[in-house]
């Protein structure tokens, strides 16, 4: 079992930046492929960006392309989000979710999830 737990959430202005980090514990010696999914009150949870173990394959949602960068530290078994430029419609619980096997952007393939962490962009 691996537990992920996010942090680095709040609230921000407009144009603002944030940094969140996954940390995992558990069973961190297998090569798992992290993620971060968003979901907003009344929306679907939607993939915000992926990362291979290996950090040389990532993904990134085209609404955040050129704006959030994912990076991870293995030695630490950390990953990070680090969110520039933010907008109003960033505003989402996030969630850091982890996989062995899933690499992609569909929510319901990764098997570990982390409590979720509230970022909240003012206008």
């Known amino acids: 079992q691996v537990r992920l737990v996010e942090s680095g959430g709040g609230l921000v202005q407009a144009g603002g930046s944030l940094r969140l980090s996954c940390a995992a514990s558990?069973?961190?010696?297998?090569?798992?492929?992290m993620a971060w999914f968003r979901q907003a009150p009344g929306k679907e949870r939607e993939i915000v960006t992926a990362?291979?173990?290996?950090?040389?394959?990532?993904y990134y949602t085209d609404s955040v392309k050129g704006r959030f960068t994912i990076s991870r530290d293995n030695a630490k078994n950390t990953v990070y989000l680090q969110m520039n430029s933010l907008k109003p419609e960033d505003t989402a619980v996030y969630y850091c979710?982890?996989?062995?096997?899933?690499?992609?952007?569909?929510?319901?393939?990764?098997?570990?999830w982390g409590q979720g962490t509230q970022v909240t962009v003012s206008s």
């Open positions: 990362i291979k173990w290996s950090g040389d394959s990532t």
């Open positions: 558990g069973r961190t010696s297998r090569s798992y492929a």
């Open positions: 979710a982890a996989d062995v096997t899933y690499y992609g952007s569909s929510w319901y393939q990764y098997a570990y």
